[in-house]
């Protein structure tokens, strides 16, 4: 009776071990799982990839408010080369009557 | 089986499910911290490899692009500005010739001469001038030598040069001994105002 006991306990514990060493490879597992996902995390040609691409897009973005920047120099300079002549005619009278000291 | 040992291979169990229940829930914590130190470390390099090629590219494009307009604008500024000098010349061109019926252009060179011997300040000048004034001045010389005298209230004796200077009128005068120059030409005159009026007329016609 006592024997019995003794064994059903033994065979207790002795199953707690090996599902103790199963947890603890386990563990190992999911931390060397982790460690591979960072080594690809820290992939320098990843970051690279991902900084490429970034920069593509922004490299869109940036064209596009070069132009925008452009274009509104243009309107400005499109302006300026439509003062009529009557302007500069105006202008060059006021010149002229300066240079030649008439008020 | 006995209740005791029941008990006891309870105890054994719940202790062993505890343990486990520790063991993995550390390795996830583990894990997790491997994970989110990897990214951070990504995140750094990430960040410091973007910014550093996304300032030479923004300088590259926008900067360009900044540049190559303003290089327009100025371009087309001054073209306009040149534009009103170019009209001023083809007035003044007539002018000199007597082609404005509202403008005595003889006149206007006695009261250049006037203004330069008034700035010298010297009683005897030599006057250079263009082929067609000089012809005026060679005639009339005397007239204005005694309008000038009467008018500055002293004696003003003026000498025609030999040389004739290639503008569109007015004159250059200096004293016998050459150590006072007066340019009181047309060009000059209309170059003095355009540098004066340069960024009051960019203003007027640049708003």
């Known amino acids: 009776m006592i024997y019995t006991s003794l064994s059903v306990l033994v065979e207790a514990e002795l199953n707690a071990m090996k599902r103790i060493e199963e947890a603890k490879n386990k563990a190992k597992m999911i931390i060397k799982e982790a460690e591979e996902k960072a080594k690809e995390i820290k992939d320098i040609n990843k970051i690279m990839q991902r900084v490429q691409k970034y920069v593509d897009e922004e490299e869109k973005r940036l064209r596009r408010e070069a132009e925008k920047i452009y274009e509104s120099y243009l309107r400005e300079i499109e302006e300026i080369k439509n003062i009529p002549l009557s302007k500069l005619n105006e202008i060059s009278d006021m010149i002229v009557k300066e240079v030649l000291g008439i008020e | ?207």
């Open chain 2, 1 to 207: 089986m006995s209740e005791d040992i029941k008990a006891f291979i309870e105890e054994i169990n719940r202790r062993t499910d505890g343990e486990i229940k520790k063991i993995i829930s550390e390795a996830e914590e583990k894990a997790k911290k491997i994970i989110k130190e990897a990214e951070e470390e990504a995140n750094k390099i990430f960040q410091h490899e973007a910014s550093s090629r996304l300032k030479l590219l923004r300088r590259r494009i926008l900067g360009k692009a900044e540049m190559d307009a303003r290089k327009e604008l100025i371009n087309a500024k001054n073209e306009i500005l040149e534009k009103i000098y170019q009209i001023s010349i083809k007035k003044l061109e007539q002018i000199a010739v007597g082609g404005d019926a509202d403008i005595d252009y003889h006149d206007i060179l006695t009261r250049l001469i006037e203004e330069a011997i008034a700035t010298l300040d010297e009683g005897e000048v030599i006057i250079e001038a263009n082929e067609r004034d000089k012809e005026y001045l060679s005639v009339n010389l005397r007239k204005i030598e005694s309008e000038l005298s009467r008018k500055l209230s002293r004696n003003i004796k003026l000498r025609l040069s030999n040389n004739t200077i290639d503008v569109l009128g007015g004159v250059i005068v200096y004293n016998p001994s050459r150590t006072k120059i007066y340019n009181n030409t047309l060009e000059g005159r209309l170059n003095i105002v355009f540098q004066k009026y340069r960024n009051i007329l960019g203003k007027f016609l640049f708003k």
